[in-house]
DNA sequence: CATTTTTTAGGGTATATACCCTAGAACTGC
DNA sequence: GCAGTTCTAGGGTATATACCCTAAAAAATG
């Protein structure tokens, strides 16, 4: 039960860190989120930063198991979906760790000097999937235009949700926003896709939106397993 | 040297604002970075909230500015470039005003509450000018694309700052991150050009590179004649 | 059933920070 | 030269917030 609670406390933190921003967040709205005493919270975590360093983990985990994903010669476009489902799903999750660094800098600078390996990571494995593509003939691009097309691609799965927040524009979760920053990603290459790869990205791609973005839960106990 | 000294503190906090984010910058630190006491801070500013919209003012009256460009279809690439130029020196002198909206929003719900209008006009520009680009035969593309290209430029020019601090890449003022931005929107249609076209924009870029983004200032002193 | 763990309510401390106040010095303008 | 404005140093208040503490109830465990 005590397991259940931290969970609880966790989660609701993620929630309203993504919501309302890190530093915004106080500890009296994490007890109340989390249906808690604040004594309650002090229990499960000594500190803020505790609590931070757990969610923290959990990122990690996650991350961990995005970064084994690899583009199948036998099926490039499913295994590249299957990649977005991830990365979009831990960009929602964990939306407050890529944003609000400036406000749990002094909180995390380990998390903080790992990011931008991550970020790397995330590129490469772009360039991957395309190079992928293009071997098998499914994209019609230059070997030295791929680079650009991944940031490209990065920075519109990334940054969708605070493009859609800066425009006053639903981004919560439930909204559809994620899947939206997917369909526009497409426009970035979709003309250069052959009609069917096209086709089939799309309609794999409308299976993502039917069955859900891989939930954080899933891979981390893939990670753990 | 009173009007200067409320100059050089505005100066400061947009600064510093920009750096830190605007719920990280304590009003003690605004005052030692204009090299004022915080008496004095405080007898030009009764609160943060009139420094924060002095500010905005300044922004509005950018932004006024930048609102009244449009295709020039003698020269529709230059014009292009000028209004480059504008939007991103606007996302660099103002870029916490985008991006902190959490932070201040409690100051200024009349700020953000524009903030997704000025968005909405910034992607109607870029359609327009890339209709213009069509309309002389400088860009190969469908109509219906053109907004899909107007959402992935605007990503790109007010995101590479945000994915480079991420990324812990520089971004600060003078480190060329925003041209570097600006040089990034073009892989998303360069390829779209006509050889001619893609060589003057190129060519075009490369002198705003050389003479500077816009400053704020000049636009604002336009703005109030 | 005894022990341990979890949880609560409510009082509290320490520190941070926005902002205030004052006497008087320095500066500006007429 | 005087009145008004600008500015300083340093002391201060009010509020916010992270985190502490405690007695005791409730729940879980062995």
Redesign the pocket.
């Known amino acids: 039960?005590?397991?259940?609670?931290?969970e609880k406390i966790i989660e609701a933190a993620r929630q309203l860190f993504n919501r309302l921003h890190y530093g915004?967040?106080?500890?009296?709205?994490?007890?109340e989120a989390a249906?808690?005493?604040?004594?309650?919270?002090?229990?499960?975590?000594?500190?803020?930063?505790?609590?931070l360093e757990a969610i923290t983990e959990d990122f990690l985990a996650f991350n961990a198991e995005r970064m084994t994903y690899r583009p199948d010669p036998g099926d490039v476009l499913g295994s590249y979906v299957d990649y977005l489902g991830v990365l979009a799903g831990e960009l929602r999750t964990y939306r407050f760790l890529y944003r609000d660094q400036a406000d749990y800098g002094a909180h995390s600078d380990a998390l903080q000097a790992k990011l931008p390996y991550i970020h790397e990571i995330s590129l490469e494995s772009f360039s991957a999937y395309f190079r992928a593509m293009k071997d098998a003939g499914l994209l019609d691009i230059e070997d030295e235009e791929i680079p650009d097309l991944s940031v490209n691609v990065v920075l519109v799965l990334r940054y969708t949700l605070e493009y859609l927040r800066e425009s006053g524009k639903a981004e919560t979760e439930g909204s559809g926003a994620v899947m939206g920053g997917i369909r526009q990603h497409l426009t970035l290459f979709s003309h250069r896709l052959t009609s069917a790869a096209k086709a089939e990205l799309e309609a794999r791609i409308g299976a993502l939106a039917r069955d859900g973005l891989k939930n954080r839960d899933a891979c981390v106990i893939n990670a753990r397993k």
């Open positions: 039960m005590a397991a259940g609670t931290r915004n967040v106080t500890t009296a709205m994490l007890a249906g808690i005493s604040e004594g309650n919270l002090w229990y499960h975590f000594k500190t803020k930063r505790d609590l």
